[in-house]
């Protein structure tokens, strides 16, 4: 069985960067696509990001394009999300999350996924 469990998030200026990352034990990060959501108080979770399970294909929100890089930390099991520009329309809880297929990239959409870590907390200030 899976475990996903995030950390790296914190408070950050406007402007600042922070690094996610989502470490998982069970099984190997590399057979299974990894997406990135976050949700703010009174908004639907939305997809910020996600890392294919072959060729390191990604996909990325168009709110975070050309801010945002996801990718693979083999040696630890992890993905990693750096977050650059911080807006504070970033304030969000993250959550990373897995599908229970492997080799199978599910989309967008947060109800395809299966496995999901805890939620690290994201606060940007001006």
């Known amino acids: 069985q899976v475990q996903l469990v995030e950390s790296g998030g914190g408070l950050a200026q406007a402007g600042g960067s922070l690094r996610l990352s989502c470490a998982a034990s069970?099984?190997?990060?590399?057979?299974?696509?990894v997406a990135w959501f976050r949700q703010a108080p009174g908004k639907e979770r939305a997809f910020v990001a996600a890392i294919g399970w072959s060729g390191d294909s990604t996909h990325y929100a168009d709110s975070v394009k050309d801010r945002f890089t996801i990718s693979r930390d083999k040696d630890k099991n992890a993905v990693l999300l750096q977050m650059n520009d911080l807006t504070l329309e970033d304030t969000a809880a993250y959550y990373c999350?897995?599908?229970?297929?492997?080799?199978?990239?599910?989309?967008?959409?947060?109800?395809?996924?299966?496995?999901w870590g805890q939620g690290t907390q994201v606060t940007v200030s001006s």
């Open positions: 069970g099984r190997a990060t590399d057979t299974y696509a």
């Open positions: 999350a897995a599908p229970y297929i492997p080799k199978w990239y599910p989309g967008t959409q947060w109800k395809d996924y299966d496995h």
